[in-house]
Antibody, heavy 117, light 107 residues
Framework: QVQLVQSGTEVKKPGASVRVSCKAS????????IHWVRQAPGQRLEWMGW????????KYSQKFQDRVTLSRDTSANMAYMDLRSLRSEDTTVYYC??????????WGQGTLVTVSS | DIQMTQSPSTLSASVGDRVTITCRAS??????LAWYQQKPGKAPKLLIY???TLESEVPSRFGGGGSGTEFTLTISSLQPDDFATYFC?????????FGQGTKLEIK
């Protein structure tokens, strides 16, 4: 079955960078895109970007365009989200999600990133 | 960006009730709309895609409808497991955006 397993909780200082990883299994990794979404407590979900796991093409939300980089390692079936210049507002849960039927059909368990001095 | 607005924000209902949640898009998205269920501390779960197509293994008491800018999620007979937060999301173009959520509470 399709599984996405994300890396663990991160605590970072303002201005630092964070990398969240997403390990995929149960399907052919390069056949499906991966999206990244975040959700602050009690807030709506916020789409950050998309990576075509096959050719590496990316699309980013304009809000995060300058600070986020999505990448993948096809040999390891891994997707990565790098977020730079962290600020307190980036304290939230980050999810990877695999496309299914054109939308976000399979989700990772979420990774909490806390930004605090 | 396309704005998605859900109503109500909170809904109190009892087991066995029929409930409807509405989602409006700021411009036409055809039927490129999905509904998700989220429980505390868990990732969202896809319930419905293409506005009205039930995801596999989702109970048939869930139903979706609408097109263009107005959409609905209906639960025909609430079960205890259905008390959760529901989000709509468009996927007609990037960036995808979500509604603010509807929390379904036990009355």
């Amino acid at each position: 079955q399709v599984q996405l397993v994300q890396s663990g909780t991160e605590v970072k200082k303002p201005g630092a960078s964070v990398r969240v990883s997403c390990k995929a299994s149960g399907y052919i990794f390069t056949n499906y895109a991966i999206h990244w979404v975040r959700q602050a407590p009690g807030q709506r979900l916020e789409w950050m970007g998309w990576i075509n796991a096959g050719n590496g093409d990316t699309k980013y939300s304009q809000k995060f365009q300058d600070r986020v980089t999505l990448s993948r390692d096809t040999s390891a079936n891994m997707a990565y989200m790098d977020l730079r210049s962290l600020r307190s507002e980036d304290t939230t849960v980050y999810y990877c999600a695999r496309e299914r039927v054109g939308t976000l059909g399979h989700w990772g368990q979420g990774t909490l990133v806390t930004v605090s001095s | 960006d396309i704005q998605m607005t859900q109503s109500p924000s909170t809904l109190s209902a009892s087991v066995g009730d029929r409930v409807t949640i509405t989602c409006r898009a700021s411009q036409s998205i055809s039927t490129w709309l999905a509904w998700y269920q989220q429980k505390p501390g868990k990732a969202p779960k896809l319930l419905i895609y293409k506005a009205s197509t039930l995801e596999s293994e989702v109970p048939s008491r869930f139903g979706g409808g609408g097109s263009g800018t107005e959409f609905t999620l209906t639960i025909s007979s609430l079960q205890p497991d259905d008390f959760a937060t529901y989000f709509c999301q468009h996927y007609s173009s990037f960036p995808y955006t979500f509604g603010q959520g509807t929390k379904l509470e036990i009355k």
